[in-house]
Every structure is written in C-alpha cells, then in structure tokens.
C-alpha cells in the first residue's frame, strides 16, 4: 500500500457522517489518504502536531472539517504551506451552518484556506485529487472521465425528458 498523499482530519467523530464522502471519493480515485480525528480546541497539542510533520510524513493536501466554531482548517493552514481545503460541517453546535461557513472562509490574508460548500466533503475530495493531478497523470486522466461521466449522466436525463416528457419521469 502506499503510502497516503491525502490527509483527511476531521474535529469530532460527529463529523465522520459528512466527511466520509471525501474518503469515498479519494477510495474511488484510488488515491491514498489518511483519516484520523483532530480538534483544534480540545487536542490542540496534537493539532500543532498534525500540522507541523504533515509534509514529511509525505502529505500533499490536508482536507479539514469542522462545525461551530470551526477553527481547525485555518489553524492548520497557519501551521503548514501545504494547501487546505476547508469543510464546514452543519453540525449539533452549528446554529444554521453559516457559522461554520464564515470561521473557515473569512481567512486573514496571507493564510488561505479552500472552502468547499456547507458539508461539501465530496467536492474536497475531487479538489484534493484536483491538486494532485497538476503533478500526475493518471489521476488528471481518471478525474477527466469522472468529468466525462458528470457529462453523460445530464446528456442522458435530458435527452430522455426530450423523448419521453417531465411527466413521464421520476
Ligand atoms: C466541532 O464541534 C467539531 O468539528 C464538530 O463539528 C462540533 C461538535 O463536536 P461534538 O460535540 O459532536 O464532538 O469542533
């Protein structure tokens, strides 16, 4: 196996729910990754930690994922160079979701982070492979036929609403 290019971390194991769609979408790439748990406010120790050996222990892209008070992706990104994407979480401390949106987006300069939609882990996991595929072929090449098949799922939806009518349709 080898070894992971990917780093998925996530503030609580509440998060699993939306952030496994990141892992499914790296899995189906076939893109190495890690996931583990990391809180900004309650393992700060182990945050910095993360952070700060992530390049090299080989990582090229951090997907971060919080609710609430969602500081873990920007902490990460003041503590690294590597690129951050940004999942914000609707989670039991989110009041709308908005507040996990605006703690990962409203960076300060000179510290970005990538924000995804509200609980967009897939996006972050396309984005991820996205970053990696500047660099490597084949993964440009299975991220060009997932684009192909985006393609054809719409062409064959509206193609049969031509043919058959909406009202024919589920
Ligand atoms: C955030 O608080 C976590 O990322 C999670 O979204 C939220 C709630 O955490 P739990 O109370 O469910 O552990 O830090």
């Known amino acids: 196996m080898s070894k992971p290019t ?4 996530m503030g609580s194991q ?13 899995n189906e790439l076939k893109i190495p990754f890690e996931l583990t748990i990391v809180s900004a406010h309650r393992t700060p120790h182990r945050m910095m930690d993360y952070a700060t050996t992530a390049r090299k222990r080989g990582l ?18 003041s503590l690294t160079s590597l690129p951050v994407i940004g999942v914000p979480i609707k989670s039991s401390n989110s009041i709308d979701g908005w507040d996990s949106v605006l703690s990962i987006l409203q960076m300060p300069g000179g510290v970005p982070v990538a ?16 970053i ?5 072929k084949l993964i440009a090449k299975k991220l060009d036929s997932f684009k192909v098949n985006l393609r054809r799922k719409v062409e064959a ?3 049969a609403i031509e043919k058959k009518g909406w009202q024919h349709l589920q």
């Open 157 to 159: 939806s509206f193609k």
């Open 6 to 9: 990917v780093g998925i971390i």
């Open 60 to 77: 090229k892209v951090i997907v971060a994922g919080a609710g609430g008070a969602a500081h873990l992706p920007g902490m990460i990104a």
């Open 14 to 26: 509440s998060d699993l729910n939306v952030m496994r769609e990141a892992a499914e979408m790296l």
């Open 115 to 130: 924000t995804v939609a509200l609980n967009g882990a897939k996006n972050a996991g396309i984005l991820a492979a996205q």
């Open 132 to 136: 990696l595929g500047t660099e490597n």
